[in-house]
């Protein structure tokens, strides 16, 4: 299997611009995640989905986040207008209920922003 | 509310002895205990997990934890460290339900000593 595919995996972008985070999960899975990685924060789970439907969003940290899964193959994470603290790496992750690797959350390799 | 704690920030083992990485958790009913590893500029490595059953679980390269219920623990441990196994550990939790809400611990920065 490909595994978790992201991209890009690194944007710098100016502060006021938009940030799309793009993902595709593994194929058969039902749960998507994303999480973000900072050093003060550590990893922090952003929203989830489970059948392309969002289940929890508490961890969007602000209406400047906002986060679709149109099919069960691809998710978009949207920052509108970014700042310099939304600087991170942002992981998409998935994981079946069913099957040999149930239970198991896989993640991809992460897409590097930079908000100067 | 569930949590995972890693009280140490930075392990520093010799190449060639044991190692040991702690995790203790705190969670209502039965926990899912998961440990992964990342690699500098690389996402984050599915180790083992413990679910149910065995308390000793193996994983990917020479790696086992055990479950300890009475402790609340769940430690990564290897026989013999190896330079390559110098990264960042993450212990992670999950309630009793099948793939939500992965609680991460804060993360033990593994450095093996040549």
């Known amino acids: 299997d490909a595994g978790v595919i992201q991209s890009p995996r690194h944007e710098v972008t100016e502060m006021g611009q938009e940030v799309t985070l793009r993902c595709k999960p593994i194929?058969?899975?039902?749960?998507l995640f994303w999480y973000r990685q900072t050093m003060m924060r550590g990893l922090e789970l952003l929203i989830y989905?489970?059948?392309?439907?969002?289940?929890?969003d508490s961890g969007m940290p602000e209406d400047r986040f906002s986060a679709k899964m149109p099919n069960a193959s691809f998710s978009t994470l949207k920052i509108q207008p970014s700042e310099p603290r939304d600087s991170a790496v942002y992981f998409c992750a998935s994981s079946a209920r069913q099957g040999r690797t149930g239970n198991t959350i896989y993640f991809g390799e992460g897409s590097w922003l930079t908000v100067v | 509310a569930q949590s995972v704690a890693q009280p140490e920030d930075q392990v520093n083992v010799a190449e060639g002895n044991p190692l040991t990485v702690k995790c203790t958790y705190s969670?209502?009913?039965?926990?899912?205990l998961f440990w992964y590893v990342q690699y500098p500029n690389r996402g984050l490595q599915f180790l083992l997990k413990?679910?149910?059953?065995?308390?000793l679980v193996k994983g990917s390269y020479g790696f086992e934890a055990e479950f300890n219920k009475s402790q609340t623990s769940f430690h990564l441990k290897k026989p013999s460290a190896l330079v390559s196994d110098s990264a960042l550990y993450f212990c992670a939790l999950a309630p009793g339900r099948v793939g939500e809400k992965l609680t991460f611990g804060t993360g033990t920065r593994l450095t093996i000593i040549p």
């Open positions: 413990y679910i149910t059953g065995d308390n």
């Open positions: 194929s058969g899975h039902d749960y």
């Open positions: 989905f489970n059948n392309n439907v969002p289940i929890d």
């Open positions: 969670v209502s009913g039965n926990p899912y």
